[in-house]
């Protein structure tokens, strides 16, 4: 069974730099996986951040990028806010594009 | 404006059966490949899975704990998605979302199903 695997937890200070990976338990992840983020908040649906590794969504504030790093995949996010405390998720797609499977979500704290 | 709305959800005894509903509106739902989300309590987020859209054969895809016993189907002259789910068990219990396939750009705000004896 495919296992994405994300850092159960980061702390980052205000206005600081934090990444977050994706790393899949098949080998490295590259573009084929069309990695997507989502961000969800408590209490509220995801929402979509980044799609196909680094492209960005109308509504994704210019501080988030993605990217592959190493054999990941990779959300950064640069000049962190205070309201960017919320789970992180990556979603990678296998079999050509047929299945997606999530990773388990990164906690991010904005402290 | 894009939206979409999902119902269906219930406390079901394990072995029971129930079906989803997720109305869309504000696009055009018979162009969109869709996709089910689940969300356990607490827990993080599921893809369930994936139905392509009738020009694509409507093919479908399941993640394994749910293949066999789940069925995702659509009538796109009623812009519905639907979510049949038969063989119920403990560990299905969770919020279910619907979203499409293409970015997941939008929610809705999902519908809970609890299996429970």
């Known amino acids: 069974q495919t296992v994405v695997t994300q850092e159960p937890s980061l702390t980052v200070s205000p206005g600081g730099t934090v990444t977050l990976t994706c790393t899949s338990s098949?080998?490295?992840?590259?573009?084929?996986?069309?990695p997507n983020w989502f961000q969800q908040k408590p209490g509220q649906a995801p929402r979509a951040l980044i799609y196909?590794?680094?492209n960005k969504h109308s509504w994704t504030p210019a501080r988030f990028s993605g990217s592959l790093l190493g054999g990941k995949a990779a959300l950064t996010l640069s000049g962190v806010q205070p309201e960017d405390e919320a789970d992180y998720y990556c979603?990678?797609?296998?079999?050509?594009?047929?299945?997606?499977?999530f990773g388990g979500g990164t906690k991010l704290t904005v402290l | 404006e894009v939206q979409l709305v999902e119902s269906g959800g219930g406390l079901v005894k394990p072995g029971g059966s129930l079906r989803l509903s997720c109305a869309a509106s504000g696009f055009t739902f018979s162009d969109a490949w869709m996709t089910w989300v689940r969300q356990a309590p607490g827990k993080g987020l599921e893809w369930v899975g994936r139905i392509k859209r009738k020009t694509d054969g409507e093919t479908t895809d399941y993640a394994a704990p749910v293949k066999g016993r789940f069925t995702m189907s659509r009538d796109d002259s009623k812009n519905m998605l639907y979510l049949q789910m038969n063989s119920l068990k403990s560990d299905d219990t969770a919020v279910y979302y619907c979203t499409p396939h293409n970015g997941m750009v939008v929610w809705g705000q999902g519908t809970t199903v609890t299996v429970s004896s």
């Open positions: 979603l990678l797609y296998y079999g050509g594009g047929l299945l997606g499977v």
């Open positions: 196909s590794t680094s």
């Open positions: 098949t080998g490295a992840v590259t573009s084929g996986y069309y």
